[in-house]
């Protein structure tokens, strides 16, 4: 089957930079997407990975390794209302494609 | 935004009930997404469909059916509700599988 493994929790300090990881084991391995949810909220989507490296967004950034199974979301300049949970979610391929979500890192940005 | 709405926002029902949760979006995005939401587990995708009357299974389908007659409206149907299935519901809309957009999500309760 497929899993993905991620810290559940993760503290850091305003201005500060945190890595928020992710190591995944799925069939057919296609992708690796981020999403951020805020308490009571809904997910909303931060950045995607097909290829190897890093792709920059603003303050986020998301890196992907597909020979290691691994792939983290970087977050500089950390504020406040960072602090939220953040998911990673793999696509796997093979006819339609399907999205397997990991359970979810909760930031805790601390002044 | 994407343009996503689900109803109701808020259900209370019965063990044995029928129970259908609506998903709209106003986009012409062509996978639609339904996920429960539950503590410890992230995001489990229940259903999802690739378009008009195409649908497929996810991880957690047991107990669910969905139907895709209009692009715009994915129902999700609990056939007897249990209160296993007492959950956060969120539908997602994307172009493809991996840049998904969410609605705000309904709450329902099976008492």
């Known amino acids: 089957g497929q899993s993905l493994e991620q810290p559940s929790e993760v503290t850091a300090v305003e201005g500060a930079i945190v890595q928020i990881n992710c190591t995944y084991q799925?069939?057919?391995?296609?992708?690796l997407s981020w999403y951020q949810q805020h308490d009571g909220g809904a997910p909303t989507f931060l950045s995607y990975n097909a290829l190897d490296g890093l792709e920059e967004t603003g303050r986020f950034s998301s890196f992907l390794s597909r020979s290691d199974s691994y792939g983290y979301l970087l977050l500089q300049e950390l504020q406040m209302k960072d602090s939220a949970s953040y998911f990673c979610?793999?696509?796997?391929?093979?006819?339609?494609?399907?999205?397997?979500f990991g359970t979810g890192t909760k930031l805790q940005v601390i002044p | 935004d994407a343009g996503i709405t689900q109803s109701p926002r808020h259900k209370v029902t019965e063990t044995g009930t029928p129970v259908t949760l609506r998903c709209h979006q106003t986009?012409?995005?062509?996978?639609m997404y339904w996920y429960r939401q539950d503590p410890g587990h992230g995001l489990r995708l229940i259903h999802y469909s690739y378009g008009v009357k195409d649908t497929d299974k996810g991880e957690v389908s047991d107990g669910y059916s969905v139907s895709r007659s209009k692009t715009e409206d994915f129902l999700l149907t609990l056939e007897s509700a249990t209160s296993s299935q007492t959950s956060v519901y969120f539908c997602a809309i994307g172009q493809g599988p991996e840049e998904q957009y969410f609605g705000p999500g309904t709450r329902l309760t099976v008492t």
């Open positions: 979610a793999a696509l796997n391929s093979g006819g339609y494609q399907k999205v397997t």
């Open positions: 799925t069939s057919g391995f296609y992708g």
């Open positions: 986009e012409n995005h062509r996978y």
